[in-house]
């Protein structure tokens, strides 16, 4: 199935605290570079500050603020009228039927996630023409709502992990320990989602190798059959406990394994950016370079003047972006000096 | 299908060009305010030549650098390999058999893109592992490397498609159409994709209705079960032409739509994001907001500065981005004045 949402772009502004690293870095390198004895000290304690600042972050990262209430009620709705659709029409579904209200909530979600085994098979046009409607929804349902809802899961799961390790290592150094986790946050999510998608295709084998019946390797053959969407329909819960296992095990792994796939890709997208920022960094700057990257005209390039420069060379940020915030900049520079300072709010705050 | 990597996402650096629009817009800006009557002829010889930039630009996005004959290489030896132990193993696999080497190939495909019909099932241990094996590498594959390909040559569609409507407008403003178009990029993308799949669509009610016999709505009803990877496998493709096309018709069909959801979502996160923008814009400023925006602690915030402190605040941008950036301006600095000028580049290249 489609998880297409950029499910990690953030949604909602983060504090201000963790830009402070790139800030204290630059500060203390000035230090360093200014006088002979730096204050290591100091540097220490900002260090301490900025952990905590990081475990703070954790509470209040824009994930956190993700609402899960409207998703279920929303999944509930979806699979309350497709299992009301499909029990009305259950006369026009042919196949390996048990029990009336749970083959329909079955069907829908075999359908949804586009499984479709095919143990229940659609005889009449309306019921066909049904089963279009819902697994377009569906898709739609699962690639757009579902996979937000999982990454925020997934999320949570992979915060209780690190603090499990955290709590380990308690005497270790937490700072570099949380710096790494930051650094390296969709390795985590790949670990966090692996353990998770193990736990359901361990349980999944073992339901159908124990209340379905089935011979151990059919149970591991049906189960990835299933996991993937593929469904040939040679194996599926035929009982009817085993419906009703199947409705909640096939929507949870299905997008657990979509997700899976999904963090692999944004891994591989992340690594490649990485290596491309040190390519881009490693280019020779020419004069023409300093005067595309000179926004204020004022002959020199500022350190955040090349970063915005180089980010922009990266096609990390669009110019749609950079003009929106500019708009927002000359809103604000209300002395029309060019840059923004206490004078600003004191004359906007009159 | 899970079409994952964030295909957008340039992959090498971008010309300058594009970067102008904001100096410019700046520049402009700057003219308007300082001097009471602006030079609008110069302003008017910019714009031109930005259009003329954009246009080159198109010539040199990133996605025209993609190479598309190692994808076709790796797909036509995962599909050799695929039909190749598929048929070896035909033996040991049920089902409406017709021909086969080409019932190899069509198990294949509706394996790989978990369609999973039905029609062909295997039936030994062995057989089963290999399907197991082909599902998940062939998600894989689908995943990451053909959905990077579907962008591609969809990209290509666009840009036709662009320049047919340039051509008809000739006479009207083109530098606006072209702003228009990069604003709204995705739009024309899930336009074009929409285009294709419309099509495909079309071609395989038509197949089905012609070649396979189907009744017109039970061809609607199979396609719709077929382009969702949903295969319940009531209908399928039965005859050799039929399992000939489907080979071609379901890699293409499934690739395409999994990549319509995909725009959809970028288009819907677009839009979050641009609101989003908004309303971070209007957040009162605060001075410890000036604080830590000020990245070179002059006691004001630039423009640039103020760029990467808000597209940081948006999530646009992460730490890790502006620290490795940093060290790069670090490394340039050599005059450590704390911004780059001509005298950095004359003490580096002596």
Redesign the interface.
Known sequence: ??????VN??????T?A??????N???R??LR?GSSDPNIRETHLLEQQHTSELLQNAKYT?ENKFDLKPVYMFLAAYLGLGAFCFFLVRDQIDGRKKNGMLDAIYFCVV?MT?????DL??RT?FA??L??IF??TG??LV??VLSNAADYILEKQEILFVKAIIHKKENGDNHDLMKEI??NKIHYKVLTTLGVILFLFLAGIFFLYFFEDLEL??A??CV??TV???????KSFSTKTGRLFAAVWILISTICW?QF??Y???L??ER???S???W??T?K??????D??D???D???????????????????S??????????????DVD???????ND?LISSQ
């Open positions: 199935m489609a998880n297409a949402t950029n772009d953030p949604l909602l502004p983060s201000t963790d830009y402070s690293i790139v800030k870095a630059l500060k390198r000035r570079r824009p359908t586009t499984v479709g085994y095919g098979i659609p046009k066909k023409f089963a279009c697994v377009f898709m739609a690639g757009f930051e650094a390797f059919d591991f053959y990835c059959s993937t969407t593929l469904g040939y329909g040679d979509a796939f999904y692999l890709a944004q591989y997208t490649r950016q990485r491309l920022i040190k881009v960094l280019r700057l020419t004069v023409s370079d300093l595309a990257a926004l204020d005209d002959r020199a390039v500022s350190a955040a003047e090349f970063v915005v420069y180089k980010l922009k060379e990266l096609g990390k940020i110019d749609e972006d950079v003009s929106l915030v500019m708009d927002g900049f000359r809103a604000l029309s000096s060019g840059t923004l300072t206490e709010l």
